[in-house]
């Protein structure tokens, strides 16, 4: 399965996280991961992925969601790979302005698209360059992450 979207962002930021793994952030506020301990805590949680862009703007997001288990260490090629759960199986991949929050979710006016993956453990291996943004979704034995700081693409 895989596709290609565009999505403008006015936090420069992508999210990639399975709808249930938020319910508990649905009552906060609209921007509750602006506050980067919160942030941070998702993240290594495996709730969601917010990958940081470094600027607002357009982006064209391509995506690939592979069957096969990531086996780590297998590319000679360097990788930024992050880990998510996946409970429920609706999973969003699109601009962070729509994450759950403010008693929203993500819907089909949101700049992004909705996976429907099998429920498990997932890695992201992701590379930007420009505008340009890959994105490569596949089962893991790992969910949650180990990380000191948010992620910078």
């Given at each position: 399965?895989?596709g290609t979207f565009q999505m403008d962002t006015d936090?420069?930021?992508?999210?990639?996280?399975?709808?249930?793994?938020?319910?508990?952030?649905?009552?906060?506020?609209?921007?509750?991961?602006?506050?980067?301990?919160?942030?941070?805590?998702?993240?290594?949680?495996?709730?969601?992925?917010?990958?940081?862009?470094?600027?607002?703007?357009?982006?064209?997001?391509?995506?690939?969601?592979?069957?096969?288990?990531?086996?780590?260490?297998?590319?000679?090629?360097?990788?930024?790979?992050?880990?998510?759960?996946?409970?429920?199986?609706?999973?969003?991949?699109?601009?962070?302005?729509?994450?759950?929050?403010?008693?929203?979710?993500?819907?089909?006016?949101?700049?992004?698209?909705?996976?429907?993956?099998?429920?498990?453990?997932?890695?992201?291996?992701?590379?930007?360059?420009?505008?340009?943004?890959?994105?490569?979704?596949?089962?893991?034995?790992?969910?949650?992450?180990?990380?000191?700081?948010?992620?910078?693409?």
């Open positions: 399965m895989q936090t420069a930021t992508l999210c990639c996280y399975d709808l249930a793994s938020l319910e508990h952030r649905l009552q906060d506020t609209p921007d509750w991961w602006s506050i980067p301990d919160d942030e941070l805590e998702e993240v290594n949680a495996g709730h969601c992925l917010f990958l940081n862009l470094g600027e607002d703007g357009t982006y064209e997001v391509h995506w690939n969601v592979q069957e096969t288990v990531l086996e780590t260490g297998s590319e000679a090629e360097p990788r930024q790979v992050y880990y998510f759960q996946v409970p429920s199986g609706t999973v969003y991949l699109g601009a962070a302005d729509d994450v759950s929050g403010g008693e929203l979710e993500p819907d089909e006016l949101s700049q992004g698209v909705f996976l429907q993956l099998k429920s498990g453990n997932y890695a992201c291996t992701v590379f930007k360059k420009e505008n340009r943004i890959s994105v490569t979704i596949q089962p893991s034995d790992q969910g949650k992450n180990r990380l000191q700081d948010l992620i910078r693409l």
